[in-house]
């Protein structure tokens, strides 16, 4: 690991920690009331939730309009276990949520095998149909409550600890990208057969990647799940799987800076315009067409957001000479 | 017979009821360069298709250095050692110069997916290596400037260099080039002839091409082979085979 590599790290891993400094302290001094903490604590579940479609949707380029299905059996696998087994507090509740990532993981092999083959339109709606599908069994079998849905889950509504879990989620997400793996899923993306002809194992890595975005859809079920207390089937319809969508088409697909911006915006948003209640979803829309006609490939497009290159940026803007070789 | 890189013997493709290859036999000894011509719809891509496992053949057997290779994925074949190009451009637009090539060499990497989450040593070393050899085929290929360049932004004639730069990240034994000139100038087409002439004798790499630019199958191929309506129609030294009446006839038709 070079210098300036590290240095990066050092200054992203600081920039976390004062984010949520100032997070802390306001909610400290009271600035922010409670409802404000509720709503980011659901800012971290829609992060987690975007970065983890964006998986599938940005980096390997497939349509998937299912994660919410994910989502539900991450839900209902951390609220299950949390009932049955008699582990409280911080240790229960990770052990919990590892548990619903890797339940949901399995899931997305089970499902990614057959599924994709298909490419495209097929495979959005395939996928549609089985976020449908686990609703209705979820729905039709006893242990899982039934259409009542599970009641006493225990809450986890500490925010440091959904803070730094989404941060490691979107972390480890964004370093697997990066990592050959990703570079495998990003060729699949750009051009299959190439991709294929350069000895990549096509049918391994999209599986992968898709795996990989379900495990990380049952922990923010998880994170969900507990924070609510109480989940029912029919919140993971097929309008919960658009709205995570919403999220990655409008921050920009294959950025996973671009999903955290518009996952914190599009979850904020709704929230603060509750007291203009009639035009609540007209502006929401409004907001929605106006960023696809002048950003159609989102905010970031397949950009991410470096702080280092803000830094190069404003020195060369004040004629300073830019940091490169310095190290 | 020990140094015959390919091998293929008798290759038929049936596609419902057309026989878009037939008897198809080649031997292609280590080090040659090999030129595959023929008319349009001749069935040279299916050839290439044939030899890297897109398809698979209806009748026959294709050897590479002894080992029967049908019926194996088009990315087994990649870790064989057989690398190909594309009649149109198929690069990895979106990503760098740099990161096409490391994604051809991804079969040569072995950290897991764990190392690559959590960033472990063997994450940094194998990195850093695959870097190294990026940089260095890149070199030779004269575009280490644009390494960091996104893949579509370079001018045409250079995204065809890097095609083949692509596959020469994977270590092959045996290079297949489809079409490399099409839509090149004849000033880019000199330079594509030094860079394949350089890549067998610097690299000893064997190459199969198929090219209708006759003055790049001329200047630079030792043997040629033509196909016509599936089937080999002529084969051998270049400048018998543009004088073949045969040949002359499958392109031009008969006169009266």
Redesign the interface.
């Known amino acids: ?1 070079s210098r300036n590599k590290r240095l990066i790290y050092l200054i992203n891993i600081g920039l976390v920690l004062i984010l949520f400094a100032i997070l802390t302290i306001l909610e400290a001094s009271g600035v922010f009331t409670r409802y404000t903490m509720s709503i980011l604590r659901l800012v971290c579940i829609n992060v987690v939730l975007a970065t983890s479609l964006n998986v599938t949707v940005g980096n390997l380029g497939q349509i998937t309009l299912g994660h919410a299905g994910f989502m539900s059996i991450g839900a209902y696998t951390a609220g299950l276990f949390a009932k049955g087994v008699e582990i409280g507090g911080q240790n229960g509740y990770l052990i919990g949520i590892l548990l619903a990532g890797i339940c949901a993981g399995i899931f997305g092999i089970i499902v990614g095998i057959p599924v994709l083959r298909l490419k495209g339109d097929y495979l959005a709606i395939v996928t549609l149909a089985f976020g449908e599908i686990i609703r209705v069994l979820i729905e039709y079998f006893d242990f899982t409550g039934g259409a009542q849905g599970l009641n006493g889950i225990p809450r986890m509504q500490n925010f440091s600890v959904m803070f730094f879990l989404a941060v490691i989620c979107v972390t ?1 997400m964004y ?2 990208m990066t ?6 899923v ?2 699949i993306r ?2 299959e ?10 049918t391994y890595y999209k599986t ?1 990647a898709f795996t990989l975005s379900a495990f990380f859809a049952g922990i923010a079920g998880a994170m969900y799940a507990h924070n609510i207390g109480t989940i029912g089937a029919s919140v993971f319809n097929y309008n919960k799987s658009f709205d995570i969508l919403v999220m990655v088409v409008l921050g920009g697909m ?1 950025s996973f800076t671009g999903a955290v911006i518009s996952a914190t915006v599009l979850t904020i948003v709704p929230e603060t315009l509750r007291q203009f209640n009639d035009y609540r979803m007209i502006i929401y829309s409004l907001l929605l067409i106006m960023v696809m006609l002048f950003r159609p490939e989102g905010l970031l497009g ?1 950009k991410e957001f470096h702080i280092t290159k803000v830094v190069d940026k404003i020195k060369t803007k004040f004629g300073k000479h830019s940091v490169e070789g310095g190290s | 017979m020990s140094n015959h890189v390919l091998t293929c013997n008798n290759v038929g493709i049936r596609f419902g009821g057309l026989q878009a290859v037939q008897d198809f036999n080649l031997q292609i000894e280590d080090g040659e360069l090999i030129g595959l011509i023929g008319p349009n719809g001749a069935g040279k891509t299916t050839v290439f298709n044939l030899i ?1 496992g ?1 398809y698979e053949p209806t009748e026959g057997e294709i050897l590479l250095a002894g080992t029967n290779i049908i019926g194996k ?3 087994q074949i ?2 064989y050692g057989i ?2 190009t ?1 009649q149109n451009i ?6 760098s110069v740099l ?1 096409n090539l ?3 060499a ?2 040569d ?1 072995r ?1 897991s ?1 764990f ?5 472990l040593g063997n ?2 070393r ?2 850093d290596e ?1 870097k190294d050899k990026a940089i260095e085929i890149l070199d030779i290929f004269g575009m280490s400037k644009h390494a960091n360049k996104l893949a579509r932004s370079l001018p045409y004639g250079e995204q065809r260099k890097l095609e083949i730069a ?2 020469m ?2 270590d092959p034994k045996l290079l297949l080039l489809d079409e490399p000139a099409a839509g090149m100038n004849p000033t880019e087409t000199d330079e594509l002839m030094d860079t394949i002439m350089l890549i067998r004798n610097e690299f000893g790499i064997t190459t199969l091409l198929i090219e209708h630019d006759m003055r790049l199958v001329l200047g630079i191929c030792e043997r040629l082979m033509v196909l016509n309506y599936g089937k080999v129609l002529a084969e051998g030294n270049p400048h018998d085979i543009v004088n073949d009446q045969s040949v002359i006839e499958a392109y031009l038709g008969k006169g009266e």
């Open positions: 690991m480890l370093s697997v990592s050959r793996h990703g570079r495998a990003l060729a750009e051009d057969i190439a991709a294929q002809s350069s000895g990549i194992n096509i992968f294959g397949r | 890297t897109v994925m088009p990315h990649v870790r690398a190909r594309f198929r690069l990895f637009d979106h990503l990161d490391k994604v051809a991804n079969k990497m950290y997916i190392s690559g989450m959590f960033r994450f940094w194998e990195e695959i692509r596959a990240a994977t």
